[in-house]
């Protein structure tokens, strides 16, 4: 396109000179710009500007010029295009981008309705050519002159063809003005839902950037919170084993002592070894030796207490001393710290009997010997518990009066209503125990005293 390179006032004295069409290109930084350029470019619209000898100017939007020139012209859109005629008056205006055919097209109808202005306003004008003069012949004046009336006519004719024409151009020019305008509002419409769409997707970008970078933050917190959450795990699982190893080690320490402690209250259990030895006669006798003491110290005390020799055994296991054990201590003999004995009359066999067979067999041969024993006795010297204390109530001569009362108070009955035990004799033959008792048992077994142990 060739564009005029003077200012705009020699470009509009050209325009006016020449009498040609003014044109007005406003352009941006833009894409319909560009695409708008295309246009002008075009070889067709080229040689439509050249025929018609249009003076085309283009101007910037933000430039000086450009604000003069919409001091006059309103510029509402960028790109837009202004045709103006030789009057000043613009004949077309076009906003935004146009297609090459259209474009060509509005191009034609501005020239088109400029060289209709421009032999309306000639036409209007008197006629520069040579007006015939008088006649010298009156006579071929009156036969060339048409009547006054016919002449006046004709005047009026064209009187009111021009006014036709002109009426007719008016409202041509109203319509293609009024169809300019709904265009040029169609075209600010489309340009206001391009910028509305273009601002909608400027703000949903913007909306999908400030999300993203919320997400980032969100997934960074949580991170954070994570290694948190992890680092109080190690540190809360380093500290609970650590109070862990110090509570066991703290158990430890206390089943260390606690087992201390019970072997020394072990050891000392069997330092002394409390025996209970049940006589032929259905008493019982209870003693305390010390653990190093030797089975003699038992077997004296016992055959002295009963006056003839016994041979001591065990229930459980079932076992027969004989005089091979009564140099062992009582300790080795596992009697301590306490033990219960059956004294049978006899003296002790060489040969030990243990087992199943050897005990049995000897007081299952005795029970009904010791029965008729016991009976004949009775019967004939009366029972000797009647006029003698119990026996294992008396202490011994060996216990200091220390030991005889300990000992009978480990012999008490717990409760105020435990019954006295029942006295196992030997063989089938069963009898209850001695049911008196000293004022201190009296006194200990009353569930209303406040003597109870």
Same mark, same amino acid.
Request: charged share 30%; aromatic share 6%.
């Given at each position: ?11 509009? &004295? ?6 040609? =069409?003014?044109?007005? /290109?406003? /352009?941006?930084? $833009? ?36 604000? +003069? ?20 008056? !613009? ?18 109808? =501005? ?12 036409? $209007? ?12 012949? !009156? ?47 169609? %075209?600010?419409? *489309? ?13 949903? %970008? ?44 703290? *158990? ?34 209870? $003693? ?10 038992? +077997? ?15 229930? /459980? ?10 140099? &062992? ?48 006795? =009775? ?34 009955? &717990?409760?105020? /209503? ?36």
């Amino acid at each position: 396109m060739n564009w005029f390179n003077g200012s705009i006032p020699d470009a509009i &004295q050209r325009s006016k000179q020449q009498k040609v =069409v003014f044109i007005v /290109y406003v /352009y941006g930084q $833009n894409d319909l710009t560009n695409e708008m350029d295309k246009v002008w470019n075009d070889p067709e619209v080229v040689n439509l500007c050249n025929d018609g000898g249009c003076v085309a100017i283009k101007m910037a939007a933000n430039s000086n010029d450009c604000a +003069h020139f919409s001091q006059i012209y309103p510029v509402v859109v960028v790109p837009s295009t202004y045709f103006i005629g030789v009057n000043g008056a !613009p004949i077309e205006v076009t906003a935004g981008h146009k297609d090459t055919p259209d474009f060509i097209q509005v191009l034609k109808n =501005v020239l088109k309705l400029h060289n209709d202005q421009l032999g309306t306003a000639q036409s $209007n004008l008197p006629t520069g050519g040579a007006q015939p003069g008088p006649s010298t012949d !009156p006579k071929a004046n009156t036969e060339d002159k048409p009547p006054l009336e016919e002449r006046v006519q004709k005047v009026k004719e064209k009187l009111e063809q021009k006014k036709a024409e002109k009426e007719r151009l008016e409202k041509e020019k109203e319509k293609q003005g009024e169809a300019e305008r709904r265009k040029l509002g169609r %075209d600010l419409q *489309k340009l206001k839902e391009f910028q509305k769409e273009r601002e909608m997707k400027e703000t949903v %970008d913007q909306l999908k950037k400030e999300k993203a970078e919320e997400k980032r933050q969100r997934d960074k917190i949580k991170e954070q919170i994570a290694r948190d959450r992890e680092e109080r795990a190690a540190r809360f699982k380093k500290e609970t084993e650590k109070q862990q190893q110090v509570q066991e080690e703290k *158990k430890q320490a206390q089943l260390a002592a606690r087992q201390k402690q019970s072997s020394e209250e072990e050891a000392k259990k069997m330092e002394t070894a409390r025996i209970q030895v049940r006589l032929p006669d259905g008493t019982s006798l209870l $003693n305390s030796f010390p653990s190093s003491d030797t089975l003699q110290c038992v +077997h004296s005390v016992v055959s002295q207490h009963v006056g003839s020799d016994v041979t001591l055994s065990t229930v /459980y296991p079932k076992r027969t001393f004989t005089t091979d054990d009564l140099s &062992q201590t009582l300790l080795s003999l596992n009697l301590a710290p306490s033990a219960v004995l059956i004294a049978v009359p006899g003296k002790p066999s060489v040969i030990s009997k243990q087992g199943n067979n050897g005990g049995g067999i000897l007081a299952l041969f005795f029970a009904p010997f010791l029965f008729l024993w016991n009976m004949i006795r =009775v019967f004939l010297f009366g029972d000797k518990r009647s006029s003698q204390p119990k026996r294992e109530d008396t202490p011994d001569a060996t216990e200091t009066p220390d030991e005889s009362q300990s000992t009978r108070r480990r012999d008490r009955p &717990q409760t105020a /209503y435990q019954r006295r035990p029942i006295s196992r004799g030997d063989g089938n033959v069963r009898r209850l125990a001695d049911m008196r008792d000293d004022d201190d048992e009296n006194a200990t077994w009353n569930g209303n005293s406040t003597q109870q142990m």
